[in-house]
């Protein structure tokens, strides 16, 4: 062990990395200050998703161990059949205590409250940050945090540019928000990616509250990203949303938009002469879908690479003169390629309507269009 002692540092480092024996031995021995040193400059990992273990005892394995830093922190919380007081807020606390940086908290059907995150709001070293099933108030702020997950979380608002003002990337799944109208979500100057998507249909937060009463899947109504260099928007189910978003990102690059048409097959409604109650309700709806779908791809004019689903290039000619009406030039000059996205569905009846291409490439000298190859079987 003295021997040891005397070798270089890194390769010291590398030694201790993976011999969990050594760790113990150094720690209670007098040999070199150099090995404690870089003993202490190690980082452990944790992921903590197994059912069987109980709060109390992950934290007595944590605490049982000698544990400087840690890198990444993945924690499920399962609660307990019968009702019990668990210490999860104190696994929490624990691995924000040893300067986390990567942190996965899953709280499953429990729900986490701003409260379970106190000790994570004061974690200096935290960089990226995923939440499943969580409150966030308007309280909650991460100043250090670069990269950050956020699915099935419910939050009351959500000023991106005063809450995370390092943030780089932003991912939200399945947004719950007391908003009617749709979120606001104004970014900071160092937001260079963010994707919202909307794929489970039926899922709620299976928490019982007054405050947080019946809590629902909304959309967004605008979203303004200064520094955005990429943005994808994923609805594979309905919403309590205003379809697409207004979005207002003048560095953009490269935009993916992958959203069913509310109506299925939209040319079922288009060629009937004589529309039912019903049938008007759903043409309506095509309406505001349309123009919908019009103001969002006026944000994404910035674009050099957009990827759209077919049936939204469908959409856009499947009211008489709707394009001519509302814009009378395409937006998108410089645009590079238009890829459309592959998809089962649509490519059984795919068809491109020509003012569609026209407003979608017209504006491009360049611009390129690639198709989606049909998967045989």
């Known amino acids: 062990m003295d021997r040891l002692s005397s070798l270089p540092g890194d390769i010291v480092l590398h030694i201790l990395s993976f011999l969990d024996g050594t760790k113990s031995f150094v720690r209670f021995s007098a040999v070199s200050k150099q090995w404690i040193t870089h003993l202490s400059s190690l980082s452990r990992d944790f992921f903590f998703d197994d059912e069987s273990l109980s709060p109390s005892a992950i934290l007595e394995s944590l605490e049982s161990q000698y544990v400087p830093k840690i890198g990444t922190f993945h924690y499920t919380y399962f609660p307990p059949k019968q009702y019990r007081r668990e210490p999860y807020e104190q696994v929490i606390d624990f691995a924000a205590s040893r300067f ?44 250090t945090v670069t990269i950050m997950h956020l699915e099935n979380c419910y939050v009351e608002r959500f000023d991106v540019h005063l809450a ?38 039926g899922q709620n937060l299976l928490v019982e509250s007054t405050y947080y009463a019946a809590p629902k899947v909304r959309g967004i109504a605008k979203i303004s990203a200064p520094r955005l260099e990429y943005f994808r928007f994923v609805v594979e189910h309905s919403v309590d949303m205003n379809y697409f978003p207004e979005v207002d990102f003048p560095s953009l690059q490269c935009a993916v938009i992958d959203a069913a048409h509310p109506t299925g097959r939209i040319d079922l409604i288009k060629n009937n002469q004589k ?8 043409r309506r709806k095509q309406n505001r879908f ?20 077919p049936t939204l290039i469908q959409a856009l000619s499947m009211l ?46 360049s611009a390129t269009l690639q198709l989606p190859c049909k998967r045989e079987g």
């Not at 947004?175 to 979120?183: E, Q, R």
């Not at 529309?275 to 759903?282: A, I, Q, W």
């Not at 349309?290 to 689903?309: D, H, M, P, V």
Request: with cysteine; aromatic share 8%.
């Open 100 to 143: 986390v940086n990567n942190l996965t908290l899953d709280f499953n059907y429990a729900a986490g409250w701003p409260g379970h995150l106190m000790g994570v709001l004061a974690c200096p070293s935290l960089k990226t940050l995923r939440l499943n099933r969580c409150f966030l108030d308007h309280t909650f702020s991460f100043p």
């Open 164 to 201: 995370c003002p390092n943030l780089k990337e932003l991912c939200l799944v399945d947004l719950y928000h007391p908003h009617i109208s749709g979120m606001i979500i104004k970014a900071g100057p160092k937001l260079v990616r963010l994707s919202v998507e909307y794929k489970r249909p």
């Open 275 to 282: 529309l039912s109650k019903k049938l008007r309700g759903e």
């Open 290 to 309: 349309c123009i919908s779908l019009l103001k969002l791809l006026q944000g994404l004019r910035n674009a050099e690479y957009l990827s759209l689903s």
């Open 320 to 365: 008489p003169g709707i394009i001519e009406q509302a814009f009378q030039s395409s937006p998108f000059a410089g645009l590079k390629t238009l890829t459309l996205l592959e998809n089962p569905v649509d490519m059984d009846f795919l068809h491109i309507p020509a003012n569609a291409l026209v407003y979608l490439l017209g504006g491009s000298t």
